[in-house]
């Protein structure tokens, strides 16, 4: 793949340099953003203007003394009392509630404003410039119906660009997406892992005609090895991963054609990596918690805010050229889900090892511990030799086999009946505490 540029001109503009940014020109930009960020947020956010051990002077002289600042967490967003949020209420134009993963059924309360909106938009738009070509029909797997949700904003950026997005329906049946899909021939997909591999794996067994999908944007916190093999045979697709989150502003970091780490969106975020235990920033290729700051969000600025995902700052500069820093990513803090003596086992390589079967379309799993430790899966597949399949692969596992066995966890896969699952969600092992 070649012929597509970096996201390097446009970052010039965004930070006004005359020339292609060096280092230096990309961080004094940041440190002046941020330096601003925390004057603002003091000065008209509740719980930022309460929040305890902020330095005397809020100008930071470099990047790093962002250290010295304290960390944010969902906990402050869910809470909302003192409230983050740095605007009255009429000047937002999306107001997002995200619910947690607990089973407390709290929400996390995010604000954007037509400017951080508009910033959002202008991301997608270059960005997505950076992987598809003016012109081809993009076919979007996200929710898209309401005006400012994520698959709104990013068919609004490509269309900026001249590109031809489609909103794939995503609350009929798979087949009813399948089916959109090769009508619409698109030329790129994007979308979650989970609704992206479904429509591969069904279209591989359906019996209907075979489709070409040149490239994939997927968004999610790490993307197995498995499912990217499986795009590219069923679909002689590339993958270009994206991570991102609401508090984000959606877009967080993009690959590249190098696909060596992920280019951070350094016009709008700065971002660290933590001890998640002790908090203390981590040197460059040490992985921990990224943690994120907003740059220019004037609804509701994060300052030093926990995401939960894990991940790594890359020191080198990339193949590509680009002068934007890159991270790589490894799932979520929450892991390993299963301890063992023989190490941990993270949710991620269950999810590839059950993905690597082949008639797999879709699945989930939940692990009860305890006493009786059971792993339970139930999958989407037509055929029913699939379930023993899955057994196969999680038990021959290089890493989960041995774990699985030593522990004595007990494995029980069925076959799901009918369509049971959304498929617009990310994919989590579900866990559950049994008796001691
Ligand atoms: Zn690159």
Same mark, same amino acid.
């Given at each position: ?56 002077? #809020? ?6 003394? +962002? ?9 402050? &967003? ?10 009255? @209420? ?45 012109? %081809? ?12 949700? /994520? ?27 399948? *089916? ?22 069904? @279209? ?17 916190? %790490? ?14 697709? $590339?993958?270009? $991963? ?20 992920? #280019? +951070? ?7 660290? /990596? ?25 609804? &509701? ?31 979520? @803090? ?9 190490? *941990? &086992? ?7 090892? +059950? ?8 699945? %989930? ?6 006493? #009786?430790?059971?792993?339970? +899966? ?18 021959? #596992? ?24 959304? &498929? ?7 866990? @559950?505490?049994?008796?001691?």
């Amino acid at each position: 793949m070649s012929g597509f540029g970096t996201l390097d001109d446009w970052v010039a503009r965004t930070i006004g340099t005359a020339h292609l940014p060096i280092r230096e020109d990309v961080e004094a930009y940041q440190l002046r953003c941020l330096n601003e960020t925390m004057a603002y947020a003091r000065s008209h956010s509740p719980f930022y203007r309460s929040q305890e051990g902020w330095p005397e002077s #809020h100008t930071l002289g470099q990047l790093a003394d +962002i250290a010295r600042l304290p960390l944010t967490t969902s906990a402050d &967003l869910v809470r909302g009392d003192p409230s983050l949020i740095a605007l009255p @209420m009429r000047d937002a134009v999306r107001l997002v509630t995200i619910p947690t993963s607990g089973t407390s059924g709290q929400q996390k309360r995010l604000f954007f404003t037509e400017a951080d909106i508009e910033a959002i938009v202008a991301y997608f738009e270059h960005g997505m410039a950076t992987i598809v070509r003016p012109g %081809s029909s993009v076919a979007v797997a996200f929710p898209a119906q309401r005006p400012d949700s /994520v698959g709104d904003l990013l068919m609004r950026g490509l269309s900026r660009f001249g590109a031809l997005p489609v909103a794939l329906p995503l609350d009929g049946s798979l087949d009813t997406m399948v *089916g959109a899909l090769r009508e619409l021939q698109p030329v790129a997909i994007a979308g979650m892992p989970v609704t992206l591999g479904a429509a591969a794996r069904r @279209m591989a067994t359906d019996g209907g005609p075979p489709l070409r999908i040149e490239t994939a944007l997927v968004s999610a916190d %790490s993307v197995s090895p498995s499912f990217k093999a499986a795009l590219a045979v069923i679909w002689g697709t $590339e993958v270009f $991963e994206h991570w991102g989150m609401t508090e984000t502003g959606y877009g967080g970091a993009l690959a590249c054609e190098a696909h060596d780490g992920l #280019h +951070i969106r350094e016009t709008d975020l700065y971002l660290e /990596v933590i001890d998640a235990k002790s908090g203390e920033v981590l040197p460059t290729g040490q992985t921990g918690e990224v943690v994120v700051t907003t740059l220019r969000r004037r609804g &509701l600025p994060l300052i030093r805010y926990r995401t939960g995902d894990r991940g790594c700052m890359i020191e080198t500069r990339c193949r590509c050229g680009s002068v934007l820093r890159r991270l790589r990513l490894g799932g979520r @803090m929450d892991e390993p889900i299963i301890s063992g003596k023989g190490g *941990g &086992l993270p949710a991620e390589t269950i999810d590839d090892a +059950i993905f690597s079967v082949e008639g797999v379309i879709d699945f %989930s799993v939940e692990l009860r511990t305890g006493r #009786h430790a059971r792993l339970s +899966i139930d999958i989407v597949a037509d055929d029913p030799w699939t379930t023993e399949a899955v057994r196969s692969a999680l038990l021959s #596992h290089p890493i989960a086999g041995p774990l699985l066995q030593s522990e004595k966890i007990n494995i029980a896969v069925k076959l799901a009946s009918g369509s049971p699952f959304s &498929l617009c969600r990310k994919r989590r092992v579900t866990m @559950m505490r049994g008796e001691e």
